[in-house]
C-alpha cells in the first residue's frame, strides 16, 4: 500500500515567486492536512481539507492557500515568497473525516528554500 | 490557542537506558499522537490513544493517554542507538475537521 507522496522533494525559489506543492494521500484516506515545520517554530498546521473543503486553518497569511481535487490529492500554494518561507512542507493524510478520531500518516515532506 | 508543552527538549542517554518524556496542555484533546522523525524524513506515527486514561504499548514503547485529557507520556525501554531521533507528541482535536497541535519534540540521542 503506497504512503502519503509529496512532490517535489527539494525546491528552492526566489522572494516574490509563487510555489505549488502537491501531495497525493494513501488510497482510501480522504482527509488532508498541511504543516510548516521549521527549526525556531517547530511543526505548525496550516489547513485541514476533506471532501474538497477547508475545514480548518491555522494561523498562517493568505499567501498560503490550499485545495483538494475529488481523488483527494491536495495541492498548497504560497505567493509572494518571502526569505521566512523556507520550510519544510509536510503533508499527512487521514482515513476517517469528523467525528471519527484517527491517526495522520505523513509524507516525507517538500524542502522549499526561498533566496 | 491551543498549545503543548513538551518535555525534556533532548535527552543524551546510554544504549539499554529506560527513556521518558510528556507533553502537557491547558486544553482537552480528543486523540494524543506520538510520532518520530529522522532527519529528511517525515514524521512517522509510533502510538495513537484515543481515550483517557488508555496505555498502549507499541514494542518497546508505551504511551499513556492522560485522565485529565490534557497530558501524555511516551516511555521508551532498553533504548538502541536507532531509536536516535526526533519524538513529537500531538494532540488532535476534532472541531468538525482535524487540528492536530504538536510538540515542540524532544530530541534523543542515544550513545552505544
Known amino acids: 500500500k503506497a504512503g502519503v507522496t509529496q512532490t517535489p522533494r527539494y525546491l528552492i525559489k526566489t522572494r516574490g515567486q509563487q510555489v505549488t506543492l502537491s501531495c497525493s494521500p494513501i488510497?482510501?484516506?480522504?482527509?488532508v492536512s498541511w504543516y510548516q515545520q521549521t527549526p525556531g517554530q517547530g511543526l505548525q498546521f496550516l489547513f485541514e481539507?476533506?471532501?474538497?473543503?477547508?475545514?480548518n486553518k491555522g494561523n498562517f497569511p493568505g499567501r498560503f492557500s490550499g485545495r483538494q481535487f475529488s481523488n483527494s490529492r491536495s495541492e498548497m500554494n504560497v505567493s509572494t515568497l518571502e526569505l521566512g518561507d523556507s520550510a519544510l512542507y509536510l503533508c499527512?493524510?487521514?482515513?476517517?473525516?469528523?467525528?471519527?478520531?484517527?491517526?495522520?500518516?505523513f509524507g516525507q515532506g517538500t524542502r522549499l528554500t526561498v533566496v | 490557542g491551543q498549545q503543548l508543552n513538551q518535555s525534556p527538549q533532548s535527552m543524551f542517554i546510554q544504549e539499554g537506558e529506560d527513556v521518558s518524556m510528556n507533553c502537557t496542555s491547558s486544553?482537552?484533546?480528543?486523540?494524543w499522537l506520538w510520532y518520530k522523525q529522522e532527519p529528511g524524513e517525515g514524521p512517522v506515527l509510533l502510538i495513537a490513544?484515543?481515550?483517557?486514561?488508555e496505555l498502549t504499548s507499541n514494542g518497546r514503547l508505551t504511551a499513556q493517554f492522560g485522565i485529565t485529557r490534557k497530558d501524555s507520556f511516551l516511555n521508551i525501554s532498553a533504548s538502541i542507538p536507532s531509536d536516535v531521533g526526533i519524538y513529537f507528541c500531538a494532540g488532535q482535536l476534532n472541531t468538525g475537521g482535524f487540528k492536530t497541535i504538536f510538540g515542540a519534540g524532544t530530541r534523543l540521542f542515544v550513545k552505544a
Open positions: 481539507y476533506f471532501s474538497e473543503t477547508q475545514r
Open positions: 486544553s482537552i484533546f480528543n486523540t
Open positions: 499527512a493524510s487521514s482515513l476517517k473525516g469528523a467525528p471519527m478520531n484517527t491517526e495522520a500518516f
Open positions: 488510497s482510501g484516506h480522504r482527509s
Open positions: 490513544l484515543y481515550k483517557a486514561g
